[in-house]
Nanobody
Framework: QVQLVESGGGLVQAGESLTLSCAAS????????IAWYRQAPGKERELVAA?????????ADSVKGRFTISGNYAKTWSTVNLQMNSLKPEDTAVYYC???????????????WGQGTQVTVSS
């Protein structure tokens, strides 16, 4: 089993930057990929970005060019970061990290979720 702990959320103004961190522990050696999701009030949870153990990445169209996912993988995972630049009010959401599988342009999540971290972007 994998434990995920998110951190780094906060309140920022539009145009500013924020970096989220996801610390993975437990049985991390078997993880294929880790992803960031977000859920805004009244909306479904959506995939933001994912990174595989081989360094492949996947981004939602809404964040391409603004967000960068990075991770430390050396046989096991440690931390996956999400650098968020040029933030917009529509980026406001609770951000979660997840363990799953990245195959090409598809990410398959599983039931390992963190508790989430709130990101609020004011206009």
């Amino acid at each position: 089993q994998v434990q995920l702990v998110e951190s780094g959320g906060g309140l920022v103004q539009a145009g500013e930057s924020l970096t989220l961190s996801c610390a993975a522990s437990g049985s991390t050696g078997s993880i294929n990929a880790i992803a960031w999701y977000r859920q805004a009030p009244g909306k479904e949870r959506e995939l933001v970005a994912a990174i595989s153990s081989r360094g492949s990445t996947l981004y939602a169209d809404s964040v391409k060019g603004r967000f960068t996912i990075s991770g430390n993988y050396a046989k096991t995972w440690s931390t996956v970061n999400l650098q968020m630049n040029s933030l917009k009010p529509e980026d406001t959401a609770v951000y979660y990290c997840n363990v799953g599988t990245l195959l090409g342009s598809y990410y398959y999540d599983n039931d390992d979720w963190g508790q989430g971290t709130q990101v609020t972007v004011s206009s």
